[in-house]
Each structure stands twice: as structure tokens, then as C-alpha cells.
């Protein structure tokens, strides 16, 4: 099906179903712990060896000697897999590094060996026992001292520019230029990254934690040379990801030779530390916005560089893209510049670009407001746009940015608000409020999806999506529940193989509109094969209560499959109409926090988040999604920061020990406002994402509060006590 023209009513609309706040279906089994995630997968591959990473103890050069003696005659070692014995490997066209390093280490704790034994102790024990001698080289682990070599990505509009910046700054009546760092950050979900594998003949089974199926399978098959036919993933569990399980990982990579070399299936799991320097982390970034307004705040020119950095072959984190669309503004700019360091590799996190952007831009917004005397809701009503500020001629779908500002500047009391800095107390502590917009892209994904109605009338889904703990077995049975007029209890969702339609993955905040689009594609096609064969017109057939109607006559869905399962298959495609208009998702976040006024500690007192992000297939997951995403960047703004040792280029802080993210004595009560919305442009299902949009802007909202309850304003993140006494002075 070709999503080209904007959607009209169909049988989503009628909401029995979708967008009611129905439990998770998977609940139950997780509660449980029958939920069967890729390492505790005991039922599909009989006596699996176990594997143990070794890793590279430089960062760059070379491996000169790997004497393996020792660890061979270890007790219970079936096997060691090295580049030299692992045959001749390719690389995925998703992955910057090898996931199999030598004799060239191109970052610390690249995987150099593989030992599998009968346990996982022998082959932990063994691993211990290879000695590795290299030949180490100076490398580049600083982004303040790279910056000055940055080059320009080869990504795509590196630089973009409209009218004349630099002009229109220089005459603003008022001007703020600020730089705002962000650190290395990990994406420290609790499953490591494991996989189990299994070869029968020349195919390969891999059971693991990746959210993108068919990313995986490609690269896979690219790296072991081998038609993709020959590989298959299954990973119908996976215990978050938030953009660290994209991409295939070494620990698959080394299943999958492990289980080849022992002849018999393999599991590895990553340590932590090893998630932490061997996957992949959100970079680091130096950013300068320069904007310039007229004395009552309108912005007449505004300008956003970004730097950060990446092993050689890799690509910028793209703070910069929310400027270009969030605020009016006729002159303006942006540029982002690409460091080469030799630190393990930078990819997506949760938000690419936009979190750490908005934690620059709206910082920068609140310290303009200031310079101007303004509200800084006020300023960012003022500022707003109907339209692509880049292509005037393009419109938004829908924009409710200033609806989401209003709605929550009234339920969170904005109005009691003190703006000079210090001026509320509750007993020792100093009370601030702050806000901050929210922005992410709208982005859509081809789809696919099988639908099945068998004899006793029910519905099978399959796909290869898979749920990251984001709730997609539930809103793509809540899809086929109202497309096929079934209860949700009478559909049976099966994901995560790629023996299933290749599905969008889950990434980028399209999962939930486009897998569920795609489901609504193969529903429509098995409504006409079930209308066809109950003798019935499909194109005003009405499917409800277990059964289909058309011209007076109502036949059951069972005694339609009587004479055997019906079947119906489609891809959701997309035409233009993301060119036509531009397709976002805003919110409004607003923090209170208190600061210590004897030892600067921070705590946060309440925060909101109203969002705009259009039809919400299930409000109860949805708020589960933002109240997650807000509290990542609560983390993000006070604790989290991959600490570098710059002599040796590694993330020292590489556990959960080190690596400090909230718990719940941490997090105070969360809300959650959706603004009822719909979207014909997105999708049939008038939907968009609203996984990523929660953690877009709240670092800068605690920032921002936290000046305004102390009056120490801090640029660089994350925003740590002493930083707030040095404030002090």
C-alpha cells in the first residue's frame, strides 16, 4: 500500500480499540519472568557453549604477538576465535570499526579473541589467561583539543544557510553568543548485549537483543560473506536498547563464529564495561549559538555550530537540525563539524541530535529572555512558526507548540513563578522553576506486516518489529483488533524474526505509526480476501463484534475461515507528502527543583511534559515512554558523563557503579498531558512518535530551573554541585 494522499476515515477512527489505555499484553510474562530474552533462551538450542570476550587494552596501533598456549589448555576450552582464524570477514555497512579487531586496534576494548568453552567461569577463566603484547600509538581522545582540526561531515547538509547571518547578528538591538558543552554519554539500559547462535549447515540462527531485525541480517550476511537467505535473527524480547542495539554488535559477530569454530550453538554476553567502551555512546559536543532579536524578542537572526567527534568513517551527532525548524527567524544558520578521535564508537542515542541540541538551544533561549526581561514562555510564543523557516512555502501538519507552552505553563502554576533568581525558599533550599520546548522530527519507515485469520477466528500478526519495552505487541494487537472488529484477547502478535515482513524496527521514534501502518496495510488486504470469500463488497464492508456486514447480511469471522486461514500480506510505503509538509512532534517541559543553599546539591520537585505528537495509540504506554524519556534526561542534565582517561583513550567510568543514572529516590512525580490530535499527513493511523520527543528539552528545563533557584547558570553539563558552588563563588 502507497501512503501518498493524506488519510481520510477509515476503521481506525472508530477508537473501540486503539487509543484506549489497555495494559500491556507482554506484561504478564515480564512480571513474571517468562519473557525469553536472547541469553536465557534455554529452550532452542541444546548444549550451548559459552563464550568470553577479550578486548583490546590499547586504544590505537597494533597487536604485535596473542599467545593463546596457556589459555587452550585451560580446563573445558572447546575454542579460541581470533582475526587470524576467523576467515575472511566483511564489514556491515552500519558499523564504523570492526567488530573483530587485529592485527590493527582502531578503539579500546575493540574484541581481539573470542575463548568458548563448556562455561561461562572456564571460558572467563581462560580468556584470562591470552596474552596480548601491542605496538600502542599516540591517539586523539579530546574534543576541545581535536575541535581545531574539525573537519565538515560528508553527511547530509552539514551547513545550511538563509538571507545573511552574520549581517543580521551584527545589527541585532540585542545579542546572546554562548558556547554549551555535553558530554559522552551511554545508552545503560539493563540487558547487555547478548546473542546465542546456532549453525545447521550453512545457515545460521542467532537469537538476540537488536531492535532493528533486518539491519541486522543485512549486515550479518556483509560481514560473513554469505547470502542474506542464510542468516536469521529472532529477538522477540529485548530488555531496552535506546539506540545501542540499531546496529549488530561484536558479541553477535563472535556468537556466530564461536558456534561455527565449536561446532555447537554459543552464547556470549557483554560485561558492562565492555558495553560501555566496545558499543556504541551518544558523542560528545561543543556547541555556540548566536541569536539576535529586536528589543520586544523577535528574532531576527540565529546561528547554531556544532563540534564532536568519531572514529575515522564515522558521522556527527547532529545537534544542530531542531534550530533549523523550532523558531522563526529570516536570517539564520547552522554548521556542524566532525573531530576525528580515537575513542570507541559514537552513534545514536535515544534522540540523536535533537537531546543534546535542545539541551544548547533552550538554555540559550531562557538566558535571552533574561537579556530581553521577558517571560520565557512569552519569548517562545513570540517566535513561533506555521512553516519550514528554512522553505516558507512549506507548512507544518501540525504544530501545537504554543497549545502544549499554554496548557502546561497553567497546570504547573507557571504564573507563580518568581524570574529573579534566589527569590523562592523552602527552608534550606532555594526553589527555581524552569521550561523549555520540546521538538523532535517526524519520521516514517517502510513497514510490512503478514495478518492471518485462522478457523477459530483468530487473528495472527506477524512482523519482524520488535518492542524495546515500548509496548508494540499491545498497540499492533490493539491495530488488527480494530481493523478486523475482533477483542484485543482474540489477536495473537508474533515479532521479532526475520523469517516475518521485514517491519520499520524500533528507532527513531517511527516505530509505534509505522509498524502499526503497516499491520493496517495487510489488514486492509485480508478485509477484501474475507469479504470475497463471504460473498460480501469490500469496499463497505463493516467488520465488528467477531463478525463482517455488508448489504444487510452479517457473516461471522469463523464461519468465514471454516473453509481454511486466510491470509492477507502488504508493505506501507510512502509517497511525498513528507516533502509537501513539514511533520514534527513538540512539547513543553516544565521542571521544579530545589538547590541546597548550604552544600549546592540538586533535587528535582516536579516536572511536566505536555506533548503533541498525533494520535496516541495508547495512552497508557505512552505516558510509560515519556515518563522514561524525561527521567533519562534528568540524567542527562545532573549525573550522566562518560569520564575519559585522555592518555589512554577509555571511558573510566564504564559500570553502573561509575556511571551514575537516576533510580527512583531520584525521580519525584511525573505528568503526562497529551493534546488530542490527529495527523492525516503522517499515516492511516494519524499518528507520529512520542518515545524520543520525552526527553527533548528537559536537560535545559532543569538547567533552567536550577538558575532560577540559585542564579548560577551552568553551560556545561551535566550540572554537578560543584559546578553550581563555583557559581557561587
Known amino acids: 500500500m502507497k501512503f501518498d494522499s493524506p488519510a481520510t476515515d477509515n476503521p481506525i477512527d472508530r477508537l473501540q480499540v486503539v487509543g484506549q489505555p489497555l495494559d500491556r499484553i507482554d506484561g504478564p510474562m515480564k512480571a513474571c519472568g517468562t519473557a525469553p530474552y536472547a541469553y536465557e533462551r534455554h529452550d532452542v538450542a541444546a548444549h550451548p557453549a559459552y563464550g568470553y570476550v577479550v578486548h583490546a587494552g590499547i586504544a590505537k596501533g597494533r597487536i604485535v604477538s596473542m599467545d593463546l598456549a596457556e589459555a587452550r589448555r585451560a580446563p573445558g576450552v572447546i575454542t579460541i576465535v581470533t582475526a587470524e582464524n576467523a576467515g575472511k570477514l566483511g564489514k556491515g555497512k552500519r558499523n564504523t570499526a570492526a567488530l573483530l579487531g587485529g592485527p590493527e586496534i582502531q578503539h579500546y576494548h575493540q574484541a581481539v579473541a573470542l575463548v568458548v568453552a563448556d562455561t561461562f567461569e572456564q571460558a572467563r577463566a581462560a580468556a584470562n589467561l591470552v596474552r596480548v603484547q601491542y605496538d600502542a600509538k599516540p591517539g586523539a581522545f579530546d574534543l576541545h583539543n581535536a575541535r581545531t582540526n574539525a573537519v565538515k561531515p560528508k553527511s547530509d547538509e552539514p551547513d545550511t544557510a538563509v538571507g545573511n547571518f552574520v549581517e543580521a547578528f551584527a545589527k541585532a538591538p540585542v545579542k546572546l553568543d554562548a558556547i554549551y558543552t555535553t558530554p559522552d554519554q551511554s545508552h545503560a539500559m539493563m540487558e547487555p548485549h547478548a546473542s546465542l547462535a546456532a549453525w545447521e549447515g550453512d545457515k545460521v540462527t542467532i537469537w538476540t537483543a537488536n531492535q532493528m531485525v533486518d539491519w541486522g541480517v543485512q549486515d550479518m550476511a556483509a560481514t560473513l560473506n554469505i547470502p542474506k537467505e542464510k542468516v536469521r535473527i529472532i529477538s522477540p524480547f529485548i530488555g531496552g536498547g535506546f539506540g545501542g542495539k540499531l546496529f549488530l554488535r561484536a558479541e553477535c559477530l563472535l556468537a556466530v563464529l564461536g558456534a561455527r569454530a565449536a561446532k555447537r550453538p554459543v552464547k556470549v554476553a557483554l560485561t558492562r564495561p565492555m558495553m560501555m567502551n566496545n558499543t556504541t555512546h551518544r558523542p560528545a559536543t561543543i556547541q555556540r549559538i548566536r541569536i539576535g532579536t529586536t528589543p520586544d524578542g523577535k528574532i531576527t537572526a540565529i546561528g547554531h555550530e556544532s563540534w564532536s567527534g568519531d572514529l575515522p568513517g564515522g558521522g556527527p551527532e547532529t545537534a544542530v537540525q531542531q534550530t533549523r525548524l523550532l523558531y522563526a527567524g529570516a536570517d539564520r544558520m547552522t554548521a556542524m563539524r566532525l573531530a576525528t578521535l580515537d575513542l570507541p564508537e559514537g552513534n545514536a542515542m535515544r534522540a540523536p541530535g535533537e537531546a543534546p541540541g535542545l539541551m544548547a538551544l533552550e538554555i540559550a533561549m531562557d538566558e535571552l529572555a533574561e537579556k ?21 512555502q512549506r507548512p507544518y501538519s501540525q504544530r501545537q507548540l504554543n497549545e502544549c507552552l499554554r496548557r502546561g505553563a497553567e497546570r504547573f502554576g507557571w504564573s507563580a513563578r518568581k524570574a529573579q533568581p534566589g527569590s523562592v525558599r523552602d ?18 519507515m517502510k513497514s510490512g506486516a503478514r495478518v492471518k485469520l485462522d478457523r477459530s477466528g483468530m487473528v495472527i500478526v506477524e512482523t519482524d518489529m520488535t518492542d524495546i519495552g515500548t509496548g508494540s505487541y499491545t498497540i499492533i494487537a490493539q491495530t488488527a483488533a480494530e481493523m478486523l472488529g475482533v477483542p484485543i484477547e482474540k489477536v495473537a502478535v508474533r515479532l521479532g524474526d526475520s523469517s516475518y515482513p521485514v517491519s520499520a524496527g524500533s528507532g527513531g521514534q517511527w516505530g509505534g505509526n509505522s509498524s502499526t501502518a503497516g499491520v493496517y496495510a495487510a489488514c486492509v488486504k485480508l478485509r477484501e480476501a474475507v469479504a470475497k470469500r463471504a460473498g460480501l463488497n469490500a469496499g463497505d464492508a463493516v467488520f465488528a463484534n467477531g463478525q463482517v456486514s455488508s448489504g444487510g447480511r452479517t457473516v461471522p469471522l469463523t464461519s468465514v475461515a471454516s473453509d481454511g486461514e486466510l491470509v492477507g500480506e502488504d508493505t506501507m510505503e510512502y509517497g511525498d507528502l513528507g516533502k509537501k509538509y513539514q511533520q514534527s512532534t513538540f512539547g513543553g517541559h516544565f521542571v521544579e527543583v530545589g538547590v541546597d543553599s548550604a552544600t549546592g546539591e540538586i533535587r528535582v520537585r516536579r516536572m511536566l511534559a505536555v506533548c503533541a505528537a498525533g494520535r496516541i495509540l495508547n495512552p497508557k504506554s505512552a505516558r510509560s515512554q515519556v515518563i522514561g524519556a524525561m527521567t533519562m534526561g534528568v540524567g542527562a542534565a545532573l549525573m550522566e558523563e562518560l569520564a575519559i582517561d585522555k592518555r589512554r583513550g577509555f571511558f573510566v567510568n564504564h559500570d553502573l557503579a561509575g556511571y551514575e543514572v537516576p533510580v527512583h529516590a531520584d525521580i519525584p512525580h511525573q505528568e503526562v498531558i497529551f493534546l488530542d490530535e490527529v495527523d492525516p499527513m503522517s499515516s492511516p493511523m494519524k499518528a507520529k512518535g512520542v518515545g524520543e520527543l520525552g526527553i527533548c528539552g528537559v536537560g535545559a528545563a532543569v538547567a533552567n530551573a536550577v538558575y532560577n533557584a540559585c542564579g548560577v547558570r551552568v553551560r556545561e553539563y551535566p550540572i554537578t554541585l560543584d559546578k553550581v558552588l563555583a557559581g557561587w563563588g
Open 372 to 392: 530581553l526581561k521577558m517571560d520565557p514562555i512569552a519569548l517562545r510564543v513570540a517566535n513561533d512558526t506555521q512553516v519550514d523557516p528554512e522553505h516558507p
Open 427 to 444: 527552608g534550606q533550599w532555594l526553589v527555581g522553576m524552569g521550561v523549555a520546548a520540546a521538538f523532535r522530527n517526524n519520521l516514517v
